[in-house]
């Protein structure tokens, strides 16, 4: 049996590395979750088994037997068999399955928080990785050496589709590059997919420069492909999926591989990823897992708005989609007196997403647009001052 194994072949495994407690030891915990989530029943053996099955695919405990007997709380390692994952086919959702599945049932696993992943190229090689990409959003929009500009639908649900064209017109002529539906929006009777993409997309495509548009796609996986499939055949130049509709919805996406930018709507996200849940996901993994399967922009979080995350962890998550060259787009309280601030934290390469600090500006929409284009841009102008007097500058 390949348990308590310190030297293994990292091209045949993924190594997962938990945050775990047991009400008994981590090395009774750390094998309940080996062979639970690979060959069998944690406590129960049967002939079934073999010494030959258990060579090829039953998870691996890396680490010392001896320091896990002696410790109820710290780091496990796991190693799993990469030959238990049909990777074209079962993709990000079997793996998570896999990941975070069964064991989290076992009473003597009283916490279990996955905070780091290790994925060989055995793996990586079945994933296409972002279409786009930061590269690919500035090149496309041609904005360099500073924050990407975007802008958000408000209100997220209620508008006809003729109104929310009117709002787009506003934040291009202010000029965003990049504008997103609300996670709020699918396809709803007000605004129907199929209207807002024809009349978006004909608009845009007469646009002296180019903006990319996220349509809200939210659904269940038998309408998933068509729904995309829609978007590109009425013009569209990208969707927007949230986090409810499934983590291997923007593999799927990406593996049709249209030209369309995919945004990753975390909203909800921390359901999974809390550091206060006993069982969860850290969200740096996520993000890896994100850039993995394909997504050119990806909600990732903000400092200093009405959401203020962690400055530390925002940090290894930008390092961690820059290196895939996934778009962190940073939003929820963004406003013009916090681009500096924000740049000073994270650099210039990300998305500086606004919605309420555009729309509610005291000039309008386009004033807001224009005025986070200034902060942006640092040619601070009127609309810009007017934006500060309202909402305040952070140092």
């Known amino acids: 049996m390949l348990f308590y194994n310190t030297a293994i072949d990292s091209e045949k495994y993924f190594i997962a590395t938990y945050d775990m407690a047991s009400s008994a030891n981590l090395k009774e915990a750390a094998w309940?979750?080996?062979?639970?989530?690979?060959?069998?029943?944690?406590?129960?053996?049967?002939?079934?088994?073999?010494?030959?099955?258990?060579?090829?695919?039953?998870?691996?405990?890396?680490?010392?037997?001896?320091?896990?007997?002696?410790?109820?709380?710290?780091?496990?390692?796991?190693?799993?068999?990469?030959?238990?994952?049909?990777?074209?086919?079962?993709?990000?959702?079997?793996?998570?399955?896999?990941l975070m599945g069964g064991h989290v049932d076992i009473d003597i696993i009283t916490k279990c928080r996955l905070i780091e992943l290790a994925l060989p190229k055995a793996v990586t090689k079945h994933f296409l990785g972002p279409k786009f990409g930061l590269s690919g959003i500035r090149e496309f929009t041609g904005q360099y050496n500073k924050p990407l500009l975007g802008g958000i639908v408000k209100p997220k649900i209620g508008i006809t589709p003729k109104i929310l064209l009117e709002m787009v017109k506003q934040m291009v002529g202010g000029g965003v590059d990049f504008i997103k539906e609300d996670e709020i929006m699918a396809n709803p009777v007000i605004c129907p997919l199929d209207q807002r993409v024809d009349l978006i997309s004909n608009y845009l495509a007469k646009q002296s420069?180019?903006?990319?548009?996220?349509?809200?796609?939210?659904?269940?996986?038998?309408?998933?492909?068509?729904?995309?499939?829609?978007?590109?055949?009425?013009?569209?130049?990208?969707?927007?999926?949230?986090?409810?509709?499934?983590?291997?919805?923007?593999?799927?996406?990406?593996?049709?591989?249209?030209?369309?930018?995919?945004?990753?709507?975390?909203?909800?996200?921390?359901?999974?990823?809390?550091?206060?849940?006993?069982?969860?996901?850290?969200?740096?993994?996520?993000?890896?897992?994100?850039?993995?399967?394909?997504?050119?922009?990806?909600?990732?979080?903000?400092?200093?708005?009405?959401?203020?995350?962690?400055?530390?962890?925002?940090?290894?998550?930008?390092?961690?989609?820059?290196?895939?060259?996934?778009?962190?787009?940073?939003?929820?309280?963004?406003?013009?007196?916090?681009?500096?601030?924000?740049?000073?934290?994270?650099?210039?390469?990300?998305?500086?997403?606004?919605g309420g600090a555009i729309h509610g500006h005291p000039g309008g929409t386009i004033a807001g647009a224009r005025a986070m284009r200034q902060a942006v841009d640092k040619t601070h102008g009127v609309e810009y001052e007017q934006a500060i007097a309202k909402w305040g500058f952070t140092k």
Not at 263 to 288: E, L, N
């Open 32 to 98: 309940a979750l080996a062979i639970g989530q690979s060959v069998g029943n944690p406590s129960v053996r049967n002939t079934w088994e073999t010494d030959e099955l258990f060579e090829n695919h039953s998870c691996v405990i890396v680490g010392e037997k001896s320091k896990l007997e002696k410790q109820t709380q710290g780091l496990v390692k796991i190693a799993f068999p990469v030959i238990n994952t049909d990777w074209e086919t079962d993709g990000v959702a079997h793996m998570l399955c896999q």
């Open 209 to 354: 420069r180019k903006i990319i548009f996220c349509h809200t796609i939210n659904c269940d996986p038998h309408v998933l492909t068509d729904r995309v499939k829609r978007v590109h055949e009425l013009g569209g130049n990208g969707v927007h999926i949230n986090v409810f509709s499934g983590y291997g919805s923007y593999n799927s996406i990406r593996k049709l591989d249209l030209p369309l930018f995919l945004h990753y709507q975390s909203s909800g996200a921390k359901v999974t990823t809390d550091v206060g849940h006993r069982f969860s996901i850290s969200w740096p993994v996520m993000c890896q897992l994100a850039t993995l399967m394909g997504a050119d922009t990806i909600q990732t979080g903000m400092v200093g708005g009405y959401s203020n995350d962690d400055p530390e962890e925002i940090l290894k998550c930008l390092e961690i989609l820059r290196a895939g060259n996934t778009t962190p787009a940073l939003s929820c309280g963004f406003n013009p007196g916090l681009v500096d601030k924000v740049n000073s934290i994270a650099g210039t390469d990300y998305m500086a997403n606004a």
